[in-house]
């Protein structure tokens, strides 16, 4: 077979199969040279605010066809708030125009700011999270459990809704002005449990309760006072409460109820001892600021820490962690169908559906108000929307306008960069092709990687391969799954190839599998 020269786009050079190959990098620089993954597409703002319009759309069509008094919403793309709307009244009574700057409750979207506290205190080394919540809540020691081999709850099963206590949606909603006292009268006197600990999912609002509990032992300080200075200042969420009381009149959404065809309001509850599970009151331009943080801890990388909890921690609550169920035909609302997994991490969901896209969310309920957030880190984008109608379901109205945006604004995820080290051995393998010549020297394949399938195998099947491609015209660039995998594209005049390798733990890291398949 004739030598075939390879045009190595992403080097900028032409390497010729066979010729001689470095075989050491230096690993130091590779951590180094590491850049983060980057949205590449220059276009991308513009072609999300395209979608407004239709956004805009969807959330008035949704909000007048579930009687909603009042809707806002926003959208944050890139760490800002780029995007946000309001819709009907905060005050039915006085027609006081929704916008993102009412303060509305947000129930349950508080857990995942209280989950926050609990992970920065075990940052501080105040607390860990497999510690039995007896250390910090001596009146738990009394719980009768279901059975004589069940764990004592720990602070991480409180997290992850698999303490073990029943849901307790209808009865949590209306324990949130409870004092400290109700709360620790109500553990004195034993609770009811529905499942061992740490083997089922079971959404607990009690479990939230305990864990604001549990701040507050730790921190000596109301587990609202240490949120607010350890977390929503430092965010500059300065329009975020804990008591309504404390918002201007003007600003404050009223709670109402769709009955016997007209608005009924329900009566604000006051702050309590259950405010850890969902007492918080915020604004869309208040709670974007948090999801912007949220976000901003995407990709993992080098740099200095600017957010109130460190990077890692902020990724680690976003991780699956109790699984809470499968849809295996899921149904987007524009009719699209795709399986569905989802799991509860800390004090968030998170989603995965069938075309390899990671949501993390949670929504919120209690008389009067509902709310959802959903983001995709990979996509650098989330939505919030807020409503003052008893439960509303805002989960379904966000995913309609995520999965809007994907399509229309043709959004990619970020673009994983290509390590240095994948960089270098896809060119000495590209060197090798298709005769292997010297091959078996050559210091670049791991000690499994000919024992697996041999270099003369190898080097048939590659030659068979290439002589169907015709002459090689063009090597693609490198996708590289992660930093240590990936595939290329190699073409030929008559056909194409697809080239996938992985390499090893070692370092510098070797080739052990390749691949190659004909398009």
């Given amino acids: 077979m004739n030598r075939i020269v390879l045009l190595l786009a992403s080097f900028g050079t032409a390497l010729a199969f066979g010729q001689p190959t470095p075989s050491k990098i230096d690993a130091s620089a590779q951590q180094k040279n590491y850049q983060p993954p980057v949205f590449t597409d220059s276009d991308r703002l513009k072609n999300?605010?395209?979608?407004?319009?239709?956004?805009?759309?969807?959330?008035?069509?949704?909000?007048?066809?579930?009687?909603?008094?009042?809707?806002?919403?926003?959208?944050?793309?890139?760490?800002?708030?780029?995007?946000?709307?309001?819709?009907?009244?905060?005050?039915?009574?006085?027609?006081?125009?929704?916008?993102?700057?009412?303060?509305?409750?947000?129930?349950?979207?508080?857990?995942?700011?209280?989950?926050?506290?609990?992970?920065?205190?075990?940052?501080?080394?105040?607390?860990?999270?497999?510690?039995?919540?007896?250390?910090?809540?001596?009146?738990?020691?009394?719980?009768?459990?279901?059975?004589?081999?069940?764990?004592?709850?720990?602070?991480?099963?409180?997290?992850?809704?698999?303490?073990?206590?029943?849901?307790?949606?209808?009865?949590?909603?209306?324990?949130?002005?409870?004092?400290?006292e109700d709360l620790l009268t109500l553990l004195k006197g034993d609770v009811s449990f529905s499942n061992v600990p740490g083997v089922a999912y079971e959404y607990s609002n009690l479990a939230f309760a305990m864990l604001g509990r549990i701040i507050a032992t730790v921190s000596g300080k109301p587990y609202q006072q240490y949120i607010t200075e350890a977390i929503l200042k430092p965010l500059g969420m300065t329009h975020t409460e804990w008591e309504y009381t404390?918002?201007?009149?003007?600003?404050?959404?009223?709670?109402?109820?769709?009955?016997?065809?007209?608005?009924?309001?329900?009566?604000?509850?006051?702050?309590?001892?259950?405010?850890?599970?969902?007492?918080?009151?915020?604004?869309?331009?208040?709670?974007?600021?948090?999801?912007?943080?949220?976000?901003?801890?995407?990709?993992?990388?080098?740099?200095?820490?600017?957010?109130?909890?460190?990077?890692?921690?902020?990724?680690?609550?976003?991780?699956?962690?109790?699984?809470?169920?499968?849809?295996?035909?899921?149904?987007?609302?524009?009719?699209?169908?795709?399986?569905?997994?989802?799991?509860?991490?800390?004090?968030?969901?998170?989603?995965?559906?069938?075309?390899?896209?990671?949501?993390?969310?949670?929504?919120?309920?209690l008389p009067g108000f509902g709310s959802q957030w959903r983001m995709l880190p990979e996509y650098g984008i989330g939505v919030i929307a807020y409503g003052n109608l008893t439960y509303a379901n805002l989960g379904a109205v966000n995913w309609a306008v995520l999965d809007t945006l994907l399509s229309m604004a043709k959004l990619k995820p970020r673009q994983l960069p290509v390590s240095q080290i994948l960089q270098q051995r896809k060119a000495e393998l590209v060197s090798l092709l298709p005769d292997w010549t010297n091959a078996e020297k050559n210091p670049i394949f791991a000690e499994n990687f000919f024992p697996d399938h041999s270099l003369e195998n190898r080097r048939k099947a590659a030659q068979l391969l290439f002589s169907n491609l015709g002459k090689v015209v063009r090597v693609g660039e490198l996708i590289p799954e992660n930093q240590l995998r990936g595939h290329f594209v190699i073409e030929g005049e008559q056909g194409a190839a697809d080239v996938f390798f992985t390499l090893t733990p070692e370092n510098p890291a070797l080739i052990q599998q390749l691949d190659i398949k004909k398009l």
Avoid: C
């Avoid at 009151?281 to 943080?293: H, N, P």
């Fill in 48 to 180: 999300i605010e395209t979608v407004f319009p239709v956004i805009d759309k969807i959330y008035q069509e949704y909000a007048a066809k579930n009687h909603y008094p009042g809707v806002v919403y926003g959208l944050v793309v890139d760490g800002k708030l780029v995007h946000s709307g309001g819709l009907g009244y905060t005050d039915v009574a006085k027609k006081t125009a929704a916008t993102s700057q009412s303060v509305f409750r947000i129930a349950s979207m508080t857990k995942s700011i209280t989950a926050m506290a609990v992970v920065k205190l075990r940052d501080e080394g105040k607390l860990r999270l497999d510690d039995p919540v007896t250390k910090y809540i001596p009146e738990a020691a009394k719980f009768t459990y279901l059975t004589s081999d069940a764990p004592v709850i720990t602070v991480r099963n409180l997290l992850t809704h698999s303490a073990g206590f029943p849901e307790d949606n209808p009865w949590g909603d209306r324990q949130l002005a409870d004092t400290d």
């Fill in 246 to 365: 404390k918002v201007p009149a003007n600003q404050l959404a009223h709670g109402y109820r769709w009955l016997n065809e007209q608005w009924v309001e329900e009566p604000l509850l006051h702050d309590g001892s259950h405010g850890a599970m969902g007492g918080l009151l915020t604004s869309i331009d208040d709670f974007s600021k948090y999801v912007a943080f949220h976000l901003s801890v995407w990709p993992p990388r080098n740099g200095v820490e600017t957010g109130p909890v460190k990077r890692s921690s902020v990724r680690e609550m976003h991780m699956p962690r109790t699984f809470r169920d499968l849809s295996p035909a899921f149904r987007f609302p524009n009719g699209r169908v795709t399986p569905m997994v989802t799991h509860y991490a800390y004090g968030l969901t998170w989603s995965h559906d069938g075309d390899g896209r990671d949501y993390v969310a949670h929504s919120g309920g």
